[in-house]
């Protein structure tokens, strides 16, 4: 990605496409590429199982953590709807991963 949001920070796209995923908004691209890099993520990350579990387990994640970005989505998703803000997947993932989530080398 050309995003200048991600140079120097890999682990930044993964943990926006990890809220992505858990909120139902992932694209099939996105999916599909995240699927083919699950091996080399295992190996970086010594850890076994799907990408977003291999993310999950590498930030330490609760095993809740999909319910809470669900939950913490529909409530971001109705306040802006009452304020007549757009809210779109992309811009909640990167505020939620900026404030909750903020990786090392972010």
């Known amino acids: 990605m050309n995003n200048p949001r991600?140079?120097?920070k890999p682990t930044l796209r993964l943990l926006e496409c990890y809220v992505l995923k858990a909120i139902g908004a992932l694209s099939p691209a996105d999916a599909e590429n995240l699927s083919?890099?699950?091996p080399k993520l295992a190996q970086i990350y010594s850890a076994s199982g799907t990408w977003d579990q291999i993310i999950a387990s590498s930030m330490h994640l609760p095993e809740n953590m999909p319910v809470l970005i669900q939950n913490m989505w529909q409530k971001h998703q109705k306040t802006a709807a009452e304020k007549n803000i757009p809210l779109t997947p992309q811009h909640f993932a990167e505020m939620f991963v900026d404030?909750?989530?903020?990786p090392q080398d972010a």
């Open 99 to 102: 404030h909750n989530l903020a």
């Open 36 to 38: 083919a890099m699950q």
């Open 6 to 8: 991600y140079h120097g």
